[in-house]
């Protein structure tokens, strides 16, 4: 019986067998050789070119070299995405081809299974590894024989974008490998003494995970400002303006992605557009600043896959973390609206005790608990104090997540967390695209109201740490989204503390804003409208607008008597301060006859001996001292 043959080798190529039988024979097939006819010249399968742009980041670079120098090295660079990763392995991975043209530089795509394995399978192709065409034969076993074999020679694998541990390593909870070839692909990463592996990554846990110690993980900020400069100068060439840069960077945090599709939107519509008017546009509104940081200008510098604007870039993490942790997703939601300065913890830990937690989430996901599981976790925790100790442990876990990924930063300040005003912005964009914006605003209005105290001056430190938080929510705050009771009440009280703090102004403008809310939601004769009519008028008086403060001190005191009767301590207090007024105008014999009332009236509810009745006696006195009565 004849056989079909193939009689001569064809290197280098895929052959598409046509066979040959013998009448009435079975076809069989004999593949040619694909082995390499001689040995393989060190290459490089980096996809990008040296960057002419390139600015030079010399502490992470001279990392890099440290780390990569030593045998069987493993080094990770990780930050959020756009933070300059991918540029920093390609300009690494060039100058160890420069500086050893024997090592063999391997470009590995990392973000999926399947990108990984296509990168393993152009290794081996370029390599001309024996068996590579072989449907039957494992690529990547192959590779990773060939890498394990120090003969071959030194090498350096760049693994970019490994973002995702399940591409790696094999989840807790499923079915045991069985088969080597469903290991898990961190298997096939050798550590060989003639090998070198540096990962870029957004997350944390995965450099580590693969890196091996938290020692061989450098986390990457944005740019210092001279640096962010220089890139900026290099994009734009002729165009850079040095009186505008400054405010532009600011603008963009120094983050090199951001820099790059500026330059990029500004050449493209270029003599039309400038740096300036780009910082306008920028600040121009909150849905124009969307549109820039989304649009996705191109760059050959990144991989076509990836996606190339701000938003879109970010967005794939905040996709990710929701995937992984839908609560460390709620975690970043509630992140997004404080200042990104100055976030106290213990506010962000306050946020379980509020109303709907059960709620709290971006969209519905299908793997929480159901009512009932919560229903059991409550009648066991009755028993023990086991629920406070898991709603740490979650915080803590939701908390080390979104800093894995490098979107919130523990300060050195105790209880305190920090987060770039950019990812704050997309992050809002990102919950947009959810249809629940405005809920999650509500919520951290109700948080943030039932937080922040009344401008007592026990409650200063505690305002003081808030007031950053309070003036960016009420600034973005709109029109459309109307009054509430607990936004009426922020308002209020943080009018109070403006006042104490001398800034008038400000009082005066809040606590307008707060009477007028008040009106609407609570009614003219509410106990809060009238403390906030009251204290307008404290406002008004402390800045000499006598006639309109005593116009509302009347109306407090009338309202006050209405409502809550002419003894009650808040009746008390608003005829002492119209007291006050008139001492202010020089009303004396009025002020007089106004501060007896009040003494009277504490001696007869608080008791003589009250400091209230005390301070309302020296003031009575010092009132007499004024009129020469003593």
Same mark, same amino acid.
């Given at each position: 019986?004849?056989? @079909? ?40 399968? #980096? ?22 120098? %030593? ?46 394995? &296509?990168?393993?399978?152009? +290794? ?5 590894? !024996? ?9 990547? %076993? ?8 120090? =003969? ?44 070198? +592996?540096?990962? $870029? ?12 110690? @938290? ?38 945090? *120094? ?9 990029? *939107? ?14 306008? =546009?920028?600040?121009?509104? &909150? ?23 701000? #938003?879109?870039?970010?967005?794939? $993490? ?28 213990? #506010? ?14 971006? +969209? ?26 898991? /709603?740490?442990?979650?915080? &803590? ?6 800093? &894995? ?68 929510? +009420?600034?973005? %705050? ?39 809310? @008040? ?40 309202? *006050?008597?209405?409502?809550? /009767?002419?003894?009650?301590? *808040? $009746? ?25 009332? #009040? ?11 009250? !400091? ?19």
């Amino acid at each position: 019986m004849a056989e @079909s043959t193939f009689n001569a080798g064809i290197d280098g190529r895929n052959v598409v067998a046509a066979p040959y039988a013998s009448n009435g024979g079975a076809n069989n097939f004999y593949f040619a050789n694909d082995g390499p006819s001689k040995p393989c010249k060190p290459f490089s399968t #980096v996809p990008f070119p040296p960057d002419p742009d390139f600015v030079e980041r010399p502490r992470i670079t001279a990392w890099l070299r440290d780390k990569c120098s %030593r045998p069987a090295s493993r080094a990770a660079l990780v930050g959020l995405g756009g933070i300059g990763k991918s540029q920093l392995a390609v300009r690494h991975a060039h100058e160890i081809r420069q500086g050893s043209p024997s090592t063999y530089v391997f470009w590995v795509h990392a973000g999926t299974k399947e990108r990984f394995e &296509e990168a393993y399978g152009t +290794i081996a192709h370029r390599l001309q590894l !024996p068996g590579r065409n072989d449907p039957k034969v494992d690529v990547i %076993r192959l590779v990773y024989d060939w890498l394990c074999t120090e =003969e071959n020679g030194p090498w350096l694998m760049v693994l970019d974008n490994a973002d995702d541990v399940d591409v790696f390593y094999s989840r807790p909870n499923r079915a045991p490998i069985t088969s080597k070839a469903h290991q898990p692909l961190a298997s096939f990463l050798p550590q060989s003494s003639n090998g070198m +592996i540096l990962v $870029t990554s957004r997350s944390r846990d995965v450099a580590e995970r693969l890196t091996g110690s @938290s020692r061989n993980v450098l986390s990457l900020e944005a740019m210092d400002e001279y640096q962010a400069q220089q890139l900026l100068r290099n994009k734009l060439q002729e165009m850079y303006d040095e009186d505008v840069v400054p405010e532009l960077l600011r603008a963009l945090e *120094y983050m090199p992605l951001a820099i790059t599709q500026a330059a990029a *939107y500004i050449l493209r519509r270029a003599p039309r557009m400038s740096p300036s008017t780009y910082l306008d =546009e920028f600040r121009r509104s &909150e849905k124009k600043r969307a549109s820039l940081l989304n649009r996705n200008m191109g760059d050959l510098r990144r991989d076509p896959s990836a996606l190339n604007s701000v #938003v879109t870039t970010w967005q794939m $993490t905040f996709d990710n973390i929701r995937r992984e942790r839908q609560s460390a997703a709620d975690l970043l939601a509630f992140l997004s609206f404080f200042n990104p300065q100055g976030i106290p913890e213990w #506010v962000v830990r306050s946020r379980q005790r509020s109303k709907g937690d059960e709620n709290e989430t971006i +969209i519905i996901d299908s793997t929480r608990s159901s009512p009932d599981d919560q229903e059991d976790d409550s009648e066991d925790d009755s028993e023990d104090d086991s629920e406070d100790d898991s /709603g740490i442990d979650e915080f &803590e876990d939701d908390l080390n997540m979104l800093r &894995e990924f490098s979107l919130v930063r523990i300060t050195t300040q105790k209880g305190v967390l920090e987060m770039h005003a950019l990812v704050q912005f997309c992050t809002q964009i990102w919950l947009s695209s959810f249809g629940n914006m405005p809920q999650w605003r509500q919520r951290f209005l109700e948080v943030i109201s039932r937080e922040y105290p009344l401008g007592e001056f026990h409650n200063w430190a505690k305002c003081r740490e808030l007031d950053p938080h309070i003036e960016l929510f +009420i600034k973005k %705050r709109s029109k459309k989204e109307g009054d509430t009771e607990e936004y009426t009440r922020l308002l209020r009280n943080a009018g109070w503390y403006k006042s104490m703090m001398g800034k008038y102004e400000e009082a005066e403008q809040l606590n307008r804003r707060a009477l007028d809310g @008040s009106e609407k939601v609570l009614g003219k004769e509410h106990p809060h409208t009238i403390m906030s009519v009251s204290n307008l008028a404290l406002v008004l008086l402390d800045q000499g607008k006598y006639e309109e403060a005593e116009q509302l001190n009347r109306r407090a005191l009338d309202s *006050y008597e209405k409502v809550l /009767g002419k003894e009650h301590p *808040y $009746t008390l207090m608003s005829v002492w301060n119209l007291a006050y007024l008139y001492r202010e105008q020089k009303r004396l014999e009025e002020a007089n006859e106004l501060y007896n009332r #009040v003494q009277c009236s504490f001696i007869k509810v608080l008791g003589p001996d009250h !400091p209230n009745t005390i301070a309302c006696g020296r003031q009575r006195f010092l009132l007499r001292k004024e009129m020469d009565l003593e």
